[in-house]
């Protein structure tokens, strides 16, 4: 299987973001499953994929909540060397509080 992340961005990626939604979920009682995933190529840049992931989080007993984690990543090499997170609609804040969050004020998380 050849790589699709460059070696440098692999441990920056997995420290400061993947496990964090993880380990969040974990900590507060959550179960998250990917409903749907969305990629498409820039119109404006070969090198860059526009990406939208459905998550559904729930705790036991609860209502299951929806979130639409959106942003892009940017090829170098042929492989992923960014991934910029634009919006996660509320599901980080979600998952470290506790409970849903409607309408959680949009962030920007950039990796290199």
């Known amino acids: 299987m050849k790589p699709i992340l460059q ?3 692999y441990n920056d990626f997995i420290g400061a973001y993947a496990i964090d939604y993880q380990s969040s979920a974990h900590e507060n009682g959550f179960e998250m499953e990917v ?3 969305n990629i498409e190529q820039n119109e404006n840049n070969e ?3 526009n990406f939208s992931v459905t998550v559904q989080y ?5 209502d299951q909540n929806d979130a639409e984690v ?4 940017h090829m170098k090499d042929g ?3 960014d991934i ?4 996660d609609g509320g599901l980080s804040e979600a998952l470290k509080a506790g ?4 309408n959680w004020h949009n962030g920007f998380f950039l990796l290199k």
Do not use: C, F
């Open 79 to 81: 492989k992923i060397g």
């Open 99 to 102: 409970s849903p969050v409607d």
């Open 58 to 62: 729930q705790k036991e007993g609860s």
């Open 35 to 37: 409903a749907d995933i």
């Open 84 to 87: 910029a997170y634009l919006e």
């Open 47 to 49: 090198n860059i994929y």
């Open 7 to 9: 070696k440098t961005w």
């Open 70 to 73: 959106t942003g892009y990543a």
